[in-house]
């Protein structure tokens, strides 16, 4: 079955090379350069992942994925041209799927794509027997992480993340295998994403977060 791309974008010439990837690559795409627009067609149950600029003329991006987010929960990827860091950091905490930067690949943009709509799948590949790893518990059935009885709330990916490396406790894994088999990206696939998660997971977990770093590696879990 062909998926439905709402690209909000108005710079026409980035939404025309999208759009025409998009389609390349099976997709079926729905073009809008305003907030007011996309609103009505996210009225569309048909609609499976929005690309989402975050510099509109109507209105802030940002604003606008609160919005999305509290009416449907839908994949959302952010595209803008703010490479800062804490641009990144805050698109990826208010919880959107993927965060791109202009300039992109558009090849690398419809890997995303696809890997971010595969990420369904994922919770049900984990397992769904609870894991603690000392003061740390988390439930795949609920999607539910508590520290010391009390829940903390965190995002689809870092969630995920956190229950991949909990179900293969002391196995160290690189960027580029996280990368694969949590976000569905293809390999050479260049991005700093492991990182940021990793570092949000450290913050809202507190000293118990039992991810490690394995200098010159990568990452692992600790259970105990």
Not at 10 to 30: H, K, S
Not at 78 to 86: F, G, H, K, N, Y
Not at 186 to 206: I, M
């Amino acid at each position: 079955m062909r998926r439905t791309v709402l690209v909000v974008e108005d710079e026409t010439a980035i939404a025309d090379v999208v759009e025409m990837y998009l389609e390349q690559a099976g997709f079926r795409v729905r073009l809008v350069s305003s907030a007011a627009e996309s609103r009505r067609q996210l009225e569309d149950p048909s609609i499976d992942l929005v690309l989402l600029d975050l510099m509109l003329p109507d209105s802030d991006g940002v604003e606008l994925f609160r919005e999305i987010r509290s009416r449907r929960s839908i994949p959302v990827i952010m595209v803008t041209a703010r490479d800062a860091e804490a641009d990144r950091v805050l698109g990826l905490e208010l919880g959107a799927d993927d965060y791109v930067t202009k300039p992109f690949s558009p090849r690398e943009l419809v890997a995303r794509v696809r890997a971010v709509l595969r990420r369904g799948e994922f919770s049900e590949r984990e397992g769904s027997s609870p894991v603690t790893a000392g003061d740390v518990r988390l439930d795949p059935r609920s999607r539910q992480v508590t520290v010391s009885g009390r829940e903390v709330e965190l995002t689809r990916m870092e969630f995920d993340l956190l229950a991949y490396l909990l179900a293969r406790p002391g196995r160290v894994f690189n960027r580029t295998h996280l990368l694969e088999a949590v976000w569905g990206y293809p390999n050479g696939v260049d991005s700093r994403t492991v990182d940021v998660h990793v570092a949000q997971l450290r913050r809202k977990l507190g000293d118990v977060c039992p991810v490690r770093t394995v200098r010159g590696v990568g990452y692992k879990a600790e259970l105990g």
